[in-house]
């Protein structure tokens, strides 16, 4: 039996520091599984983004970059196999260049720039994903209005078993028909959840622990952030103390 942590939806320079750094972080260095997949959005490209842009907050792709390494750096001493599965907001490098091939000389691509292999992981770019046994993991394309929806939206999209990012919710979709049984998941976020551009939005912070057996059979724990300063996963409890 192998165990993956997937977390996708940071938003580096939008994280959630307290969640991630004294939450989830502590709960990956205890857990030590066999892998990790950072599945989408973990950092957020603001400055290159196509949209209108607070002038009053500082953002650097630089600081995402920085960010993003620390990330990669606690996340090598726990877990052997590394992913980072690209979203659409990674995916703003590659838009950058294309709109402007005369860059391509000096903007490095995404992985390069923030120099993945250095940390042991391996990349593959939005619209791709990995396999965990029989589920596929991909940060998702599609966003519906209600959890669990999103989740449906892109088992219909791939008539598999699938865990999605993107819509920054927490949700789980069943399916049976006669190839079998199917599940689909939406793994949460772990950015603020007080964005710029929206009032009190419809998210849940949150993660997923995927065990897979030597058949490819998996299970999918879906580990929610309580009040930005609980969670609970195997009997045990982490709590952020006031």
Request: net charge neutral.
């Amino acid at each position: 039996m192998k165990t993956y942590i997937v977390l996708s939806d940071i938003q580096f320079p939008f994280e959630d520091q307290r969640v991630l750094n004294r939450l989830v972080l502590p709960f990956v260095r205890d857990l030590q599984p066999d892998g990790v997949v950072l599945n989408g959005d973990i950092t957020d490209a603001y400055d290159i983004s196509d949209f209108a842009k607070n002038p009053d907050i500082d953002s650097d792709l630089s600081v995402e970059i920085e960010k993003a390494q620390q990330l990669m750096a606690a996340l090598s001493q726990c877990a052997k196999d590394r992913w980072w599965i690209g979203g659409n907001h990674e995916d703003r490098w590659r838009r950058q260049i294309w709109r402007n091939p005369q860059l391509k000389a000096m903007f490095k691509d995404f992985d390069a720039a923030m120099r993945m292999k250095d940390f042991g992981f391996q990349w593959q770019p939005y619209g791709q994903g990995i396999h965990l046994g029989k589920l596929y993991v991909t940060h998702g394309s599609r966003v519906r209005k209600h959890s669990g929806d999103t989740a449906r939206a892109h088992f219909e999209k791939y008539g598999i078993s699938v865990l999605v990012g993107h819509s920054h919710r927490l949700g789980v979709y069943y399916h049976r028909n006669m190839g079998g049984a199917y599940a689909a998941y939406e793994n949460g976020c772990l950015c603020r959840l007080d964005p710029e551009y929206e009032q009190w939005p419809d998210w849940q912070q949150g993660f997923s622990v995927v065990q897979v057996d030597k058949s490819g059979l998996f299970h999918v724990t879906q580990v929610p952030i309580l009040r930005r300063s609980i969670l609970i996963y195997g009997g045990k409890e982490y709590r952020i103390e006031a």
